[in-house]
Nanobody
Framework: QVQLVESGGGLVQAGGSLRLSCAAS????????MGWFRQAPGKEREFVAAISWSGGSTYYADSVKGRFTISRDNAKNTVYLQMNSLKPEDTAVYYCAAAPVAGSWGQAYDYWGQGTQVTVSS
């Protein structure tokens, strides 16, 4: 069982930066791949980024590639999402999730956090 709690969301101007954190409980965190997803009002949830259990492999949606960076610290049971050059279209609730293998398919993720709101003003 893994419990996930996101933090770090907020209101930022376009072009600004935010760093999201996702703290996980449980001793098995390091055995899970982790992902970030987001959902904007009236839209379906979409994949943002994922990282393998070791941190050696990362994956990004085309819309965030070059602007967002996913990382993890297994000693702290935490995964991060550094978001730079934010755009109004990045506005959404951001969720972290845990899966056996890193990927972009949300259905593969077994555990989800409650989400944190990111709002980017123009």
């Amino acid at each position: 069982q893994v419990q996930l709690v996101e933090s770090g969301g907020g209101l930022v101007q376009a072009g600004g930066s935010l760093r999201l954190s996702c703290a996980a409980s449980g001793r098995t965190f390091s055995s899970y791949a982790m992902g970030w997803f987001r959902q904007a009002p009236g839209k379906e949830r979409e994949f943002v980024a994922a990282i393998s259990w070791s941190g050696g492999s990362t994956y990004y949606a085309d819309s965030v590639k070059g602007r967002f960076t996913i990382s993890r610290d297994n000693a702290k049971n935490t995964v991060y999402l550094q978001m730079n050059s934010l755009k109004p279209e990045d506005t959404a609730v951001y969720y972290c999730a845990a899966a056996p293998v890193a990927g972009s398919w949300g259905q593969a993720y077994d555990y989800w956090g409650q989400g944190t709101q990111v709002t980017v003003s123009s």
